[in-house]
């Protein structure tokens, strides 16, 4: 039973590791109508992928977020530029 749970846990840890080297999209949109009038539309766009292999395709908005970032620039939202 040990060895069965560790093949398992192997197996997993092997496809997140894919998962995180290649990386994945997942894609869908939700719609809601009624009478053929269209009152909702949401699309939801996923990627999961290592930030290595975000970096690579581009993607590194987490650097720009101070939320998310020491070096990122405080910004206040809710008050106008003072330009």
Same mark, same amino acid.
């Given at each position: 039973m040990a060895l069965r749970q560790s093949m398992e846990? $192997? $197996?997993?840890l092997e496809v997140l590791e894919r998962i995180l080297d290649k990386g994945v999209v997942i894609a869908g949109d939700i719609t809601v109508c009624l009478s053929d009038v269209e009152l909702l539309k @949401? #699309?939801?766009r996923l990627l999961i992928a290592s930030v290595? #292999?975000?970096k690579e395709?581009? @993607?590194d908005w987490?650097?720009?977020d101070p939320a998310l970032s020491k070096n990122a620039e405080r910004r206040k939202i809710c008050?106008?530029?003072a330009h």
């Open positions: 846990t $192997s $197996s997993l @949401i #699309k939801i290595d #292999k975000a395709m581009g @993607i987490w650097e720009n008050e106008p530029d």
